[in-house]
Every structure is written in C-alpha cells, then in structure tokens.
T-cell receptor, first 113, second 111 residues
Framework: ELKVEQNPLFLSMQEGKNYTIYCNYS?????LYWYRQDPGKSLESLFV?????AVKQEGRLMASLDTKARLSTLHITAAVHDLSATYFC?????????????FGQGTTLQVKP | SQTIHQWPATLVQPVGSPLSLECTVE??????LYWYRQAAGRGLQLLFY??????ISSEVPQNLSASRPQDRQFILSSKKLLLSDSGFYLC??????????FGQGTRLTVV
C-alpha cells in the first residue's frame, strides 16, 4: 500500500526565513504534485513534477523530486505572510492511467510578521 | 478553458437522511473524475474514481456510492447518512497523466 508522509506537519516561521517541507513516499512513482489549501477552501495546484530530478519554481516556492530516494521537497525562500496555508504533496499511483492520487497529511505553514 | 462546478457549497443534514452531491466539468471530454473527502484537520482520502460513463471504482468501504450518468457529471450519494460522513467533500477531474483540478468543495455536517 502506497503511503505518503510529510514532515513537518506544522511549521511556524518568521517572515524572511527559509524552510523546507519534505514529502516521502513508499513505492515507485514518477509523478508527484504539490497543492496549496487556504482555510475552508479547496485545493490549488502549485507544482507538477513528472520525472526524476525535476525542479519547478514559482515565486518564493521551489519544488524538487528525487524518485530514487522517493522524496520531494518544497522549499520556501524568504517567507511572507501570504504563504500561510496548508501544503499537500500527492503521489500518482499510476494504476492504468487512472490518475489516482494519494495525499500526504498536509503541512500547515504559519508565517508570522 | 476547463471548469469544474460542485454544489451545494454547504449542507447540514440529519442522521439517516439521504445525500446527493453533484459535480460537473465543462470544457473537456472523457475526463477522469474523483470524489475525495477531507475530515476536519486531516488529509484527503480518495473515495471513488471514474474513467468513463458508468465506470465507478470504490477505494474504501463506506456508506456512500457514486454514479456517472453522463460523461462530465459525477454524483456522490448516500441512502442514510451517518455522523461519521461529516466532512469536506471535493470533486476533482484530470486529463490523463497530469494533476487533478478540484472543485470548490461541499462542507457536509451531519447532525
């Protein structure tokens, strides 16, 4: 059974600081996604990582994928309050191209002024 | 462009009452469709997925069912709701081999 684990589950940080969220998964997959969820809202797609070594950047967020280590990271650079949200990684189980996603538990990020 | 509609946004239902949540996708054909549930403060759990009309796969045994009567319509139902059915229900669609796009969600409270 595929398991996806995020670390940490809660992160409180000061504006201007850097930090990394980790996403480990238990079986082979070469498709990993990062989503953002604001309180009470739906999920917004942030990054699509489709191959080993993939790196994507958008503003202060950068995501990478190491399929050999079964690890993805979401790096936050010089955090600002607007980045406060819950971040989920999700792994595509790729069973017959069904696109089924298994989600991590989510990391709640709180950026303090 | 593609859009996904999900309704209602909020629902309060008594225990034992039926449920019907509807989701439709516009601007694409033959999408993969999904129902996820998010319990309070938790991650997302895949409930059902469909790769075509009338094709439904259930991921977890539960009190819910799903149907896909048309290509771009996905319905989540229950005959009798339980307290444990409370949660945030999200419909999603995806083209093949790329990320899922989520609807706005339905917050269901069973009382």
């Amino acid at each position: 059974e595929l398991k996806v684990e995020q670390n940490p589950l809660f992160l409180s940080m000061q504006e201007g600081k850097n930090y990394t969220i980790y996403c480990n998964y238990s079986t082979t997959s070469d498709r990993l996604y990062w989503y953002r969820q604001d309180p009470g809202k739906s999920l917004e797609s942030l990054f699509v990582l489709l191959s080993n070594g993939a790196v994507k950047q958008e503003g202060r967020l950068m995501a990478s994928l190491d399929t050999k280590a079964r690890l993805s990271t979401l790096h936050i650079t010089a955090a600002v309050h607007d980045l406060s949200a819950t971040y989920f990684c999700a792994v595509d189980t790729s069973a017959g191209n069904t696109g089924k996603l298994i989600f991590g538990q989510g990391t709640t990020l709180q950026v303090k002024p | 462009s593609q859009t996904i509609h999900q309704w209602p946004a909020t629902l309060v239902q008594p225990v034992g009452s039926p449920l019907s949540l509807e989701c439709t996708v516009e601007g694409t054909s033959n999408p993969n469709l999904y129902w996820y549930r998010q319990a309070a403060g938790r991650g997302l759990q895949l409930l059902f997925y469909s790769v075509g009309i009338g094709q439904i796969s259930s991921e977890v045994p539960q009190n819910l069912s799903a149907s896909r009567p048309q290509d771009r319509q996905f319905i989540l139902s229950s005959k009798k709701l339980l307290l444990s059915d409370s949660g945030f229900y999200l419909c999603a669609w995806s083209p093949m081999n790329t990320e899922a796009f989520f609807g706005q969600g339905t917050r269901l409270t069973v009382v």
